[in-house]
T-cell receptor, first 113, second 114 residues
């Protein structure tokens, strides 16, 4: 049982390039999330999907787009990468309802030069 | 708006001593509170949660947390620290009504010395 799988684990981009971060969960969870983690900032929510077919903005959505491809998969796209988007990105999933804990992937470490 | 404060960037404790990692929160209505731990180059792992009921919540790896409504706190505790407890700890809160997302604190690094 893999839980939450993120690909790639590491990526270096040049300013202006685009890329998609992939996330898949095998726990049949309804809700999925994308966070970024920066030193001293904790985790900040970028986008979330409460259920298949819905997506909503979080705290820091600018410069990102998401797609909930199906119940298992939730991707994050950077259309034109900027150095300020250098960060560690985490995908998480949870049962619906909000009282259940979120399960996290091991992150994608993204550097933008 | 909901928020979480973890006032200490780092907590140092000797192995075998008790440890406390502090967390205070602000939320409209009643809180759902969570503690997570992060080891290097890994994602966050769930430790424990408070939803309702007993103010003392027990979780994984011998950790516990005490919910104090009047002080709006949810401090993480362990009676006897292990070197392997050294990690980054996050407190998180969400409101119990509607659909609100989790808000995380900035994290506290726990260093347990042998």
């Amino acid at each position: 049982n893999a839980g939450v799988t993120q690909t790639p684990k590491f990526q270096v981009l040049k300013t202006g390039q685009s890329m998609t971060l992939q996330c898949a969960q095998d726990m049949n969870h309804n809700s999925m999330y994308w966070y970024r983690q920066d030193p001293g900032m904790g985790l900040r929510l970028i986008y979330y999907s409460a259920s298949e077919g819905t997506t909503d903005k979080g705290e820091v959505p600018n410069g990102y787009n998401v797609s909930r491809l199906n119940k298992r998969e939730f991707s994050l796209r950077l259309e034109s990468a900027a150095p300020s988007q250098t960060s560690v990105y985490f995908c998480a999933s949870s049962e619906a309802g909000g009282i259940q804990p979120q399960h996290f992937g091991d992150g994608t470490r993204l550097s933008i030069l | 708006a909901q928020s979480v404060a973890q006032p200490e960037d780092q907590v140092n404790v000797a192995e075998g001593n008790p440890l406390t990692v502090k967390c205070t929160y602000s939320v409209s209505g009643n809180p759902y509170l969570f503690w997570y731990v992060q080891y290097p180059n890994r994602g966050l792992q769930f430790l424990l949660k408070y939803i309702t009921g007993d103010n003392l919540v027990k979780g994984s790896y011998g950790f516990e947390a005490e919910f104090n409504k009047s002080q709006t706190s949810f401090h993480l505790k362990k009676p006897s620290a292990l070197v392997s407890d050294s990690a980054l700890y996050f407190c998180a809160v969400r409101a119990d009504s509607g659909y609100s997302t989790l808000t995380f604190g900035k994290g506290t690094m726990l260093l347990v010395s042998p």
